[in-house]
């Protein structure tokens, strides 16, 4: 794992993609740095620079992590990675973690312009709610990055990989305002998870290689999903409602903005990470399978 | 060393190797001979654990794979087919991160890499990037790669594709001297070249194991490996056609 996470992070700048990228993010907060902090005074970096500036983390995460599985597979080197001792979750991680390393740069300049704002007489509080903003715009950076791995070792093609990251990453940022169009009564929300119940029972029933057990799976989930439709319809349309709200990857981020180390914040972008990478390692598995 | 028995690969429905059984000893320099799309590269994908079997039983260094294809992994060293090089590395940053990835220890790496580099004339390129190198040398430093961490079993596919023909004889007296310390197994579809390095010869065609045994028994009664290798890979059924005409 530490080779490949150093490997990996060489790799990042001895191309110009590293040093690019790093200079994008760096140059987006600088600006409203430099419009909003300083040229108006104000001492709040989390709301009118971090906050401001996360759509930029739309472009910059596709593009820092769409090489990084599908390159592999392009340019074959993963049967290096995969033909020698290392498990494959070593090299999800490694690769991972090289990506949240370069993510820290421009976390770190934005540290920078936090600093100068405290010289510049802000106050601790001020200073203490900036860098807890700064706290979660680098975890909501990091499950953003476990996302767009995933979605990169999904395909052999970059290009690809970098646009479907954007278009995922767009939706969970666009969804707050989407979910007041998904107002799903139970039926709706019974015909959701039904198909999520055949989605799982699908995925049980390849990696076990049984038909039986798949069906199996189908079966008690509808069983249960029915049987909720039946007596607790409410509770559907609860979880369609928390579904809905757990992929609005970019809300939870407002709580730090607003001034507030949230902790269930940043559980969710811990676990939304370990899901997605859990999911990448998956996705590697599977594909030696078929 | 090597144990498969009614190994089957399915790509969808296409089987690419179907009820495949064969051993291969220790210390044998062992060749799949096959034209192209007989399911070589299958095989030996299946057999470093980058592929799963389908179905069938392969054991490779005494683990049965694909439960503990780790100690598995851990005593081979490959060639895949396209040699799987960093572009942006040098030949030595690569043989480095390659010993790394293979378990050699720290203090250890550089010497590794050294002494791979020298068994396959890489010592000149060393600090060159190997997106500047030729196809020939590229493929020396995906041999390299295999060499790295003395494993018990070398699969090579297709070694000497891209070299010119001084290279050629250099990597066969190379995997000559292997087969001395090590069990070498190699794919190749030209057969001057098994003939030239192989004790033993594994024929394939249409991802079935259409003749297998040392070289004397296979070329038994005066025929050439060439001849059995046409006739038993539907080539001299073609070639005989020509001929009636």
């Known amino acids: 794992m530490t ?62 992590a769409m090489r990084s599985l599908a390159g592999e597979r392009h340019a074959r080197t993963d049967q290096l990675l995969l033909t020698c001792p290392v498990p494959v979750w070593g090299i999800v991680l490694g690769k991972y973690f090289a990506m949240c390393a370069v993510f820290a740069l421009p976390c770190l300049a934005d540290a920078g312009m936090i600093l100068a704002l405290r010289a510049l007489g802000c106050t601790d509080m001020a200073l203490a709610s900036n860098f807890a903003s700064l706290l979660g715009y680098y ?69 076990s290689r049984s038909l039986m057990l798949g069906c199996a799976v189908f079966a008690a989930l509808a069983v249960g999903l029915s049987a909720l439709f039946l007596w607790r319809g409410g509770w559907l349309t609860a979880a369609f409602d928390a579904l809905l709200e757990a992929l609005c990857l970019f809300a939870p981020f407002e709580r730090f903005v607003n001034g507030i180390f949230s902790l269930p914040a940043a559980l969710y972008y811990l676990s939304a990470a370990a ?16 | 060393m090597i144990e498969v028995s009614h190994l089957t690969r399915l790509y969808g429905a296409r089987a690419a190797v179907k009820d495949l059984s064969f051993t291969v000893e220790d210390g044998q320099i062992c060749g799949l001979l096959g034209p192209n799309g ?29 439960e503990e294809a780790e100690a598995a992994k851990a005593c081979v060293g490959y060639l895949p ?54 196809k020939g040398y590229r493929q020396r430093v995906g041999i390299a790669q295999a060499l790295l961490g003395s494993p018990q079993l070398i699969i090579l596919d297709e070694p000497t594709a891209g070299l010119d023909p001084a290279q050629v004889i250099e990597v066969r007296r190379l995997i000559r001297e292997l087969g001395r310390s090590h ?28 003749a297998g045994g040392s070289l004397e028994e296979l070329t038994a009664g005066g025929r050439s490996l060439e001849e059995l290798f046409l006739e038993l890979t539907g080539g001299g059924r073609q070639a005989g056609e020509g001929d009636a005409t």
């Open chain 1, 3 to 64: 080779a490949i996470f150093v490997r990996e992070l060489r790799s990042a700048f001895t191309g110009m993609m590293g040093w690019l990228l790093t200079a994008f993010l760096t140059a987006a907060s600088g600006l409203y740095f430099m419009a909003n902090n300083l040229g108006l005074g104000l001492t709040d970096f989390g709301y009118y620079t971090l906050y401001q500036t996360t759509f930029v983390l739309l472009l910059y995460v596709p593009v820092l």
């Open chain 1, 139 to 207: 975890l909501l950076g990091c499950a953003a990055i476990a996302l767009c791995e995933w979605v990169s070792g999904l395909t052999e093609n970059q290009i690809v990989a970098a646009v479907l990251g954007f278009a995922a990453l767009l939706l969970a940022f666009l969804m707050p305002g989407l979910r007041s169009l998904f107002n799903a009564g139970s039926a709706a929300a019974l015909l959701l998870f039904t198909l999520l119940a055949a989605a799982a029972a699908v995925l049980a029933g390849l990696r």
């Open chain 1, 275 to 290: 899901l997605f990478l859990f999911f990448t390692a998956q996705g590697i598995e599977k594909r030696r399978w078929l």
């Open chain 2, 38 to 66: 007989a399911g070589k590269s299958t095989i030996m994908n299946i057999l470093t654990g980058y592929l799963a079997p389908s179905g069938g039983m392969v054991t490779v260094c005494g683990h049965p794979l694909p």
């Open chain 2, 81 to 134: 087919e396209t040699p799987p090089l960093y572009p942006e590395m040098t030949v030595e940053e690569y043989l480095r991160f390659a010993a790394a990835l293979k378990g050699v220890r720290r203090a250890r790496r550089a010497g590794e890499a050294v002494r791979a580099a020298r068994r396959t004339g890489l010592e000149d390129v060393m600090p060159r990037l190997i997106r500047n190198l030729s």
């Open chain 2, 183 to 210: 069990t070498v197994i190699l794919s190749s579809h030209i057969l001057s070249e098994v003939q030239a390095v192989c004790t033993q010869v594994l024929i394939l065609s249409q991802g079935r194991l259409a």
